[in-house]
């Protein structure tokens, strides 16, 4: 069977807010060049939304590709699906592979026409029998977290173990080529790596959690530390769902980099409370380059807090702004905006905001994920689910209490009045200045 060749496609997103590394699909290439496959990267931040689809076409037809794989999230999943029928359209012999996020959690969504291969499994092993098979659907009876068309119908293996850690590196040879063009918000090129799987919470609104089985498993600290170290970027964003929640963990992964004299900055998610528990070891975090963290306040009321299931408290949230303002660290509060709120739960937001001195500030329209348990509560208000409405600015159902277009306009204001000082800091750059790590003598 001849080998396949493989273009790996990463598909346009708001890149106003982040241009950011395409890591799944690096991962993706390191099995293939594990495997002795050749495969081409197609990232759409880099052309115009007129020539997308022809600069695809263009790459597929010069390195004679064979078959193509697509990184869906739920909001871009409706603009690859139609995609993928123009495609099939123009090269119907083309395999296209479907996987990613969303296609982990609601796999049969994609049981369609046009798509040859579904992969849903939590880590790679699976990807790599597919690989050295060149897709030969004979060889993936016994791969875990697969389907694919046999006989007209669809046959979907169940998933395999959980991951606990990465065997491949990825492949950031896309990244490295063009990095001054990936960013995340006003802060520079970070690269991205994941430490952790899975998230050990419950948030009812948040789709973490059902990625890896709904399994937490933490990456060996060893592994964690050689990557960073062989990562060629100064800036590195650890994309856990919560990066501190083994304080011990944490620990020893500062230590050890400080003995390694490795000087790069960090960005992390953390949450309040994780935060407030670490109060003692910020000085630590700080020493090894841990600058910059992405908070969960999502809301400013503890009724709001309680329904999400967040297990914090308005308390836990400004002690946790303060805690990372007297360490010189960067909150970047993440808000979301409730389909309950009232005039008055904007202007609480605006308030608090302004009370705790925060600039750095991103919001999202609460989004009743397929696959969370707020979808399942809210099933019977909510508009017809589309995936491309899913991008946390638009409306799945119908606020409660005041208009939608009322409920709009103040959505639009909290961008409108704080995302100014977001960007001021990016032409003065005042985040190079004062927060990246230089080393002991900065």
């Not at 990232?43 to 004679?64: A, C, G, H, L, T």
């Not at 809301?299 to 010189?328: F, M, P, T």
Request: glycine fraction near 4%; aromatic fraction near 14%; hydrophobic fraction near 40%.
């Amino acid at each position: 069977m001849a080998k396949q060749k493989y273009l790996l496609v990463r598909v346009r997103y708001d890149k106003r807010v982040a241009s950011i590394e395409p890591l799944g699909l690096e991962y993706l290439a390191g099995v293939m060049k594990e495997k002795g496959r050749e495969y081409v990267f197609h990232d759409e931040i880099f052309y115009s939304p007129f020539f997308r689809f022809r600069q695809m076409v263009k790459k597929i037809e010069k390195n004679n590709i064979t078959a193509v794989c697509f990184s869906v999230m739920s909001n871009n999943a409706d603009y690859i699906l139609k995609m993928i029928n123009k495609l099939k359209k123009i090269k119907p012999d083309l395999k296209i592979l479907v996987g990613g996020p969303e296609v982990n959690i609601n796999y049969k969504d994609f049981f369609l026409d046009n798509i040859d291969f579904v992969y849903y499994d939590y880590g790679l092993d699976s990807f790599r029998i597919a690989v050295e098979n060149d897709l030969n659907i004979d060889a993936l009876e016994e791969a875990s977290g697969i389907a694919y068309v046999k006989d007209g119908k669809w046959v979907h293996n169940p998933c395999g173990k959980p991951i606990t850690d990465y065997d491949v590196k990825p492949d950031r040879s896309l990244f490295y080529e063009n990095r001054k063009k990936y960013r995340v918000i006003a802060k520079g090129c970070f690269s991205l790596m994941k430490s952790s799987f899975s998230c050990p919470q419950e948030c009812n609104f948040c789709i973490s959690r059902q990625f890896n089985g709904c399994f937490y498993a933490e990456r060996d600290t060893e592994n964690v530390v050689k990557e960073i170290m062989e990562i060629d970027n100064d800036r590195i964003w650890l994309c856990d769902d919560d990066f501190l929640v083994n304080k011990e963990r944490v620990i020893e992964i500062c230590n050890k980099l400080i003995e390694r004299n490795c000087y790069k900055t960090y960005m992390i998610f953390a949450r309040a409370d994780s935060i407030v528990k670490c109060e003692d070891i910020m000085p630590l975090l700080y020493k090894a380059g841990f600058r910059d963290m992405l908070v969960g306040l999502e809301a400013v009321e503890d009724k709001i807090l309680d329904s999400y299931n967040k297990n914090s408290s308005i308390e836990i949230n400004e002690k946790a702004v303060k805690i990372l303002r007297d360490n010189n660290m960067v909150c970047n509060g993440l808000f979301v905006i409730n389909y309950d709120f009232k005039h008055k739960n904007f202007i609480d937001i605006h308030r608090f905001i302004k009370n705790q001195k925060l600039i750095w500030v991103l919001f999202s329209i609460l989004i009743p994920f397929k696959g969370t348990r707020i979808h399942e509560e809210n099933k019977h208000k909510l508009y017809k689910y589309r995936y491309g409405r899913t991008d946390g600015t638009k409306l799945l159902m119908r606020p409660q209490n005041i208009s939608a277009v009322l409920f709009k306009v103040h959505f639009a204001l909290l961008y409108y009045i704080n995302f100014p000082r977001i960007y001021l800091t990016y032409f003065l750059k005042t985040y190079d200045k004062k927060y990246l790590n230089k080393g002991p003598n900065q």
